[in-house]
């Protein structure tokens, strides 16, 4: 019969290590908790020894039982979600582990996700945790989803913390996604117009220019401007300034995000643009207080679980922010006071922590301030939508006008020298 060694409180809040000998990890949580404890971490001795024979095989064969296919990114989030879910259901229904991943991986279709579920069937087949198993997948499963998966494997509740796992995730997304839906309609419209516009400036204004040459008239300086503008996009390769410049852009912002001045400099800035700034604040916010909600309910400790949330909320700014609350935190303070002197949170935010603190559901109300800023961003979305569209439409129509305007000048002033001399 292997033995455990497990980490517990007992009842005056002292942690408490010590071994027991049980036939399984669900027998083991229970003869501790017989004993008046609870478990924070349960471990298979021989298992260990098991996951250390088992890099040695690796070590001397040349390397690890599955083969990962080549792959550009991640696993698609959409089919972790459905991974996680099902995978919560087959724990709730009591099967072992080893059987779910091996039912899991079956059911997979050929991929990256297929494999690496395989590849940690092989590793818990071997003796490992599946917590440490999952670690070894940075392309599935992040250091959140390792850490949640550590708690219920600790406490004895892993079908609890998937479920919660996968309600996080399809939250995560759908704020993600109305996020990134705002911006495509604007996107698409800018684009088709900056093409309209450049069509216009390359081909059909050089045909006025030549009929106002053969005129030998004076131009207006509208026109000249807007000549000017047609022979840049025509003959100076203005059109692959318009087409390279978001690249451009884009590839300046990454550059200078690579160092930590400069992502915070960047995030900053994005904070501060009008109606956007607000969306992408709330949505930070949305984010980390889902992702600590998460992590508390799931038991993970409060300084560990704020340390996983600052490296995945996306933003510097908040993640500065939770670093200082994490270091308060530390020295002994409560969370609500270190975060209101971050200013980086409505006043809402603060006081429901606070509340939370006092009352013991800091969780819950985590969670809460979670689902009514995804509800603020679904309102601050739909507005920057509605003030877009006139905006797009004034905008174009200035460009139209100013062409339009350019172009019928110099021939009004033509038909005015032509007639001035008839009627003479």
């Known amino acids: 019969m292997p033995f455990y060694a497990f980490e517990a409180m007992n009842s005056s ?3 408490v290590k010590d071994e027991i000998e049980a036939t399984s990890s669900d027998e083991a949580i229970k003869k501790i908790r017989s004993k008046g404890f609870f478990p924070t971490k349960v471990r298979e001795k021989a298992q260990k020894k098991s996951v250390k024979k088992k890099k040695e095989e690796e070590a001397v064969s040349g390397g690890p039982r599955r083969k990962m296919p080549l792959s550009i990114g991640g696993v698609p989030r959409k089919q972790l979600v459905n991974f996680t879910r099902q995978l919560s259901t087959l724990q709730d229904a009591g099967l072992p582990i080893l059987r779910s991943l091996q039912i899991l991986e079956q059911q997979q279709k050929p991929g990256l996700l297929k494999a690496i579920v395989g590849g940690v069937a092989d ?30 494997e600790a406490g004895g509740v892993l079908d609890i913390i998937l479920s919660r796992l996968a309600d996080f995730m399809e939250k995560a997304a759908r704020l993600k996604k109305k996020v990134i839906g705002a911006m ?25 220019e030549q009929i106002f040459k053969d005129f030998k008239t004076e131009l ?17 390769y203005g059109w692959a300034y318009v087409l390279f410049a978001p690249i451009g852009i884009m590839l300046i912002v990454k550059l200078v995000r690579m160092s930590d001045g400069g992502r915070y400099a960047v995030d900053l800035i994005k904070l501060k643009i009008p109606i956007l700034g607000s969306i992408l604040s709330k949505t930070s916010i949305a984010r980390f207080t889902r992702t600590l909600g998460t992590l508390i309910s799931a038991g993970v ?9 600052k ?22 303070e409560s969370m609500a006071d270190p975060l209101r002197a971050t200013k980086v949170c409505d006043a809402i935010v603060v006081n429901m922590v606070d509340v939370g603190e006092e009352t013991g559901d800091l969780d819950k109300m985590l969670i809460k301030i979670a689902d009514n800023y995804d509800s603020d961003v679904d309102v601050l979305v739909g507005s920057l939508i509605s ?7 004034v905008v174009l129509g200035v460009i139209v006008g100013f062409i339009v305007i350019a172009l019928f000048a110099p021939m009004i002033s033509l038909i ?6 008839a009627k003479k």
């Open 311 to 332: 490296e995945t909320c996306g933003n510097e700014v908040y993640s500065r922010a939770l670093l200082k609350v994490h270091d308060a935190i530390r020295e002994g």
């Open 13 to 15: 809040g002292q942690e």
């Open 184 to 208: 495509i309609y604007p996107a698409v419209v800018i684009s088709i117009a900056v093409a309209i516009v450049s069509m216009i400036m390359i081909f059909v204004i050089p045909k006025f």
């Open 387 to 393: 003030i877009l569209e006139p905006v797009m439409v």
């Open 123 to 152: 590793e818990v087949e071997s003796g490992g945790s599946l917590s440490d198993a999952m670690a070894n997948y940075p392309k599935a499963f992040d250091k959140l989803y390792v850490n949640m998966i550590n708690a219920g």
């Open 416 to 421: 005015q020298t032509v007639s001035s001399p």
């Open 301 to 309: 400790p409060i300084l560990d679980a704020i340390n996983i949330t």
């Open 220 to 236: 207006p300086g509208i026109t000249k401007v807007l000549l000017a503008v047609s022979r840049w996009f025509a003959n100076d």
